[in-house]
């Protein structure tokens, strides 16, 4: 069986209440499933706020962190970039978007 999970990844500590977040987003889900009539048990979800979140130095990187983090869960990955790193990633993501192709991580 699938791991039915949130995640709450906040590149910005303490500019959010992690879970007051984690119950509007476990709360959305409930209304989006009532809305299109299909089965939901909230009870069947984790939610788990990650503690291990490189943290951006500004306040206008975060598509960037947002992108590397789901990045990084879709490979079950550890964290293991910085705000030193952003740069470089930014201009990796547009090549691999002009270009059609991932890079290797």
Avoid: H
Wanted: net charge negative.
């Amino acid at each position: 069986m699938i791991e039915q999970k949130i995640e709450y990844y906040d590149s910005m500590a303490g500019y959010s209440d992690s879970d007051q977040c984690l119950r509007l987003l476990l709360d959305y889900l409930v209304k989006e499933a009532e809305n299109k009539k299909k089965a939901f048990n909230p009870k069947e979800w984790s939610t788990v706020f990650r503690q291990d979140c490189p943290q951006q130095k500004n306040g206008y990187d975060c598509g960037v962190f947002s992108c590397l983090f789901a990045e990084y869960a879709s490979r079950q990955a550890d964290l293991t970039f910085t705000q030193a790193d952003i740069n470089y990633y930014r201009k990796r993501m547009v090549w691999e978007i002009c270009n059609a192709n991932m890079l290797e991580s």
